[in-house]
């Protein structure tokens, strides 16, 4: 199994930026795929950012541009970077993670494991 714990979050103004990351423990692997989401409340879950075994990076449309997200593999930690916050990036934010060998067989990340999420508010 993986565990995975999410920083402290925080509350910034609009404009301003906030790093959070996440430790990775238990099957850690250069390889999983690891991600992050975020749920508002009455809203869905949404994809925010997530990084392939190869390093290859993806993100939502709401944050392009605007979000970093980045490994260290030596300290099992995953982060994300948030910059030109907005009001509407207030969420709890959740980190995720899909076993490298789960993600072969099914030809995505499975995303079966998850942080127990971190709040993140943006005051305008």
């Known amino acids: 199994q993986v565990q995975l714990v999410e920083s402290v979050g925080g509350s910034v103004q609009a404009g301003g930026s906030l790093r959070l990351s996440c430790a990775v423990s238990?099957?850690?692997?250069?390889?999983?795929?690891m991600g992050w989401f975020r749920q508002a409340p009455g809203k869905s879950r949404e994809g925010v950012a997530d990084?392939?075994?190869?390093?290859?990076?993806s993100f939502g449309d709401s944050v392009k541009g605007r979000f970093t997200i980045s490994k260290d593999n030596a300290k099992n930690t995953l982060y994300l970077q948030m910059n030109s916050l907005k009001p509407e990036d207030t969420a709890m934010y959740y980190c995720?993670?899909?076993?490298?060998?789960?993600?072969?067989?099914?030809?995505?990340?499975?995303?079966?494991?998850w942080g127990q999420g971190t709040q993140v508010t943006v005051s305008s």
């Open positions: 995720a993670a899909g076993l490298v060998h789960r993600r072969r067989s099914l030809g995505y990340c499975p995303y079966d494991y």
């Open positions: 238990g099957s850690t692997d250069s390889r999983n795929c």
């Open positions: 990084i392939d075994s190869d390093g290859t990076t």
